[in-house]
């Protein structure tokens, strides 16, 4: 399988244009993401509309390899990339999923997956197929979370013109990423109980500072209050960490971080990889 990064993200779906955006969003249409489906029976969902759509649910979970894994015979750990690969190829049409490598890097897991689809229950369905091989079989999920896509609530075109210029115009242009961040943010009552206008002065002042780090860190939101115990997911791909952890300080810097009773716990960090790769990477062999 092939490298999976996106070579370009929306600028209506950045962390830094939205993380804080849904209070008052309203739902995403049902017609353009239906529209975004396979065209025929069968084909598999189109990977750039997926990520460039609302209304898309997002699934990240975290895995750690079970000891006994190992105990297993060599030739058992090197089938468990067919059967993946086969689970991947079962639920082509209703899903697209990414996998990255984390052993190395954290101690709470090997591996995560994010799983994109514009039915959760398509990803459900996914993850479930894929717990049952022999890989998913020998994986204690360690963290497991769910969110959906929405348009921009704050730095739009009618709400603050010249901060949406700005995140028009600025794309990502460096090498392709080789890292992923996947970091959940809760906000606390405060936040919420603030008025629309406070919410948006709060996120131009957000925005503004993370303008000159859009070309090298791509970005995207998953909005998740209701949906789980955090109010966003935020992921992140780049190339360059330490343009990442300047992002990262940034964002930390500005008044709307006072509003968070969550930021990480975890914050996982993976190489973007393939399947095939991370799956033979963690069973040893070759």
Known sequence: MSMHYTTTFLASLTFAAGACAQATAPAAPAQPAAAMRAAAPGAPVDRAKILAAPGVFGAFSTYKIRADYYRLASAERRGAAEEVAAVLEKHKDKVIADVYLTRGFEAQSDYFIRVHGYDMAAVQSFLVDFRATRFGVHSEVTESLVGMTKPLNYITKEKSPDLNAGLTASTYNADPPRFAFMIPVKKNADWWNQSDAQRLKDMELHTLPTLVNLVNVKRKLYHSTGLDDTDF?????????????????????????????????????????SFDTVVKTLSLVN
């Open 233 to 273: 997911i935020t992921y992140f791909e780049t190339n360059d960490l330490g343009a990442f952890n300047n992002l990262m300080l940034a964002l930390a810097k500005v008044p709307e971080n006072k509003f968070h009773v969550r930021w990480g716990s975890p914050t996982v960090m993976g190489t973007i990889q």
